[in-house]
């Protein structure tokens, strides 16, 4: 199992721009669906978006049309472009296998994203 170690989080004003990135300590090449998913205060954590080894990609209808989701197998990493970001997008963000949601211990400490209004 792959540890995974999400970044690129921060402060942002409403309508700016952030660029996540999930680093995984071994291969994701085998991996189908690499996901990502956010907790906002107060609530469950829930999908976002996700991308398949093939570059196939699912989006919530939250963030469709507003964020990209990409990996680089050869780096290892699955990446989260968020444009136009709201408010309501201000949450701690994780990557994770989609298989693999069910186990505790496959989720990273994740990435605080902010937006302010």
């Known amino acids: 199992q792959v540890q995974l170690k999400e970044s690129g989080g921060g402060l942002v004003q409403a309508g700016g721009s952030l660029r996540l990135s999930c680093a995984a300590s071994?291969?994701?090449?085998?991996?189908?669906?690499m996901g990502w998913y956010r907790q906002a205060p107060g609530k469950q954590r829930k999908f976002i978006a996700s991308v398949t080894r093939g570059g196939d990609t699912l989006y919530d209808y939250s963030v469709k049309g507003r964020f990209t989701v990409s990996r680089d197998n050869a780096k290892n990493t699955v990446y989260l472009q968020m444009n136009s970001l709201k408010p309501e997008d201000t949450a701690v963000y994780f990557c994770n296998d989609v298989a693999t949601t069910w186990n505790s211990g496959s989720w990273g400490q994740g990435t605080q994203v902010t937006v302010s209004s």
């Open positions: 071994g291969s994701i090449s085998s991996i189908d669906r």
